[in-house]
């Protein structure tokens, strides 16, 4: 009988989630039925959707939703085999028994079966997977950048937004990114980013984006929400697009954003905005990820993680990752 050790949601985050609202517990997991496999974690995801839908999608007293690199260590599921490694929604927990369904977006996959030895795992829930993914769709679904464009990308740093800069640098477009400290602008800088400014520091958001690009912006991928939203806004091109990845300055709030409305500057400009999950396309991604892959493989992606070592630090690291003052992708190491 498998003993798997479990995060839960002991109770309702209100605002920036606490580590006492967290609760380790240990669960005896059933013999595995038709379909299903039993999976050992090897590499855990901490990403800013489970804060967004914590409240949605979870009851106090689930397990915290998540994916997972795991090791297939029992299967009645062929297209899972023992031994294999799988991108799975198992949520916070070392051990699992699942048929492979998301709660929330991706099911389950294997590790892409031409993943080379030398290219880190883990990369298989950051930039050579769900993040990756996330900036890759939002650049070629839905924003469909073109040479020469100008992109503007708010938290350029993160997961998403380092992939959304150099791949808009492989596309051959001028990338703009906004972050937080000295030390993620000159990371970025270091990736190729056209120009990169530091958002505390600055006196003003509008003088900060017209001076990064004086002819304004034809794409924007909006990672942040909120008042950064509505100054974006104001700088786009006519028939400007703006693809709405994520929203990460609003999730810990806990009254409605008020902000200036969008609707006159959308009509000025006949802007296209639209939102859209990574779960979209599921037939392009194996493709994509192996697209992904052999930038990687040419040196034209870097990538950098945040690799916090014991499942016992789940919480405290899912907290780091949400105050966003590291760099690199956060993944906690089960051991
Ligand atoms: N639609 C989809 O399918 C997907 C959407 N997403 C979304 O993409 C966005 C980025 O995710 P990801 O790159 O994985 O996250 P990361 O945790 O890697 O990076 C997020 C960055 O956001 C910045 N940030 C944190 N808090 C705030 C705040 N209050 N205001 C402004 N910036 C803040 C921080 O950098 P700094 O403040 O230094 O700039 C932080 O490093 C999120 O909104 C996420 O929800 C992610 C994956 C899939
Ligand atoms: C309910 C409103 C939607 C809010 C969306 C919030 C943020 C966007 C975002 O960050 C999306 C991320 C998508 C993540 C996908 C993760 C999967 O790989 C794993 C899901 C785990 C599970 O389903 O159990």
Redesign the pocket.
Known sequence: MVKAKVWTLRKYFVGFPKESDFELKEETLPEIQNGEVLLEAVFLSL???MR?VSSALMKEGDVMIGAQVAKVLQSKNPAFPVGCYVVAPGGWRTHSVTDGKAIFSLDMARVHPDWPKDVPLSLAVGALG??GL?ALYGLEEILQVKPGEIVLVS?A?????TMVGQICKIKGCKVVG????EE?VAYLKELGFDYVFNYKTITSLDEALKQASPEGYDCYFE??GGA?FTAALNQMRPRGRIAV?????LYNNTTPQMCPFPHMAMLAKSIRMEG???NQWPEKDEASVKRLLTWLKEGRLKVKENVTVGFEKMPAAFLQ?LK?TELG??VVKVE
């Open positions: 990403d800013p959707y967004a769900m993040p996330a938290a740093a993160g997961a998403v937004g906004s972050a937080g400290s993620k990672n942040v950064f990845c994520g929203a990460i300055s859209f999950q990574v990752m966003g992708k956060a």
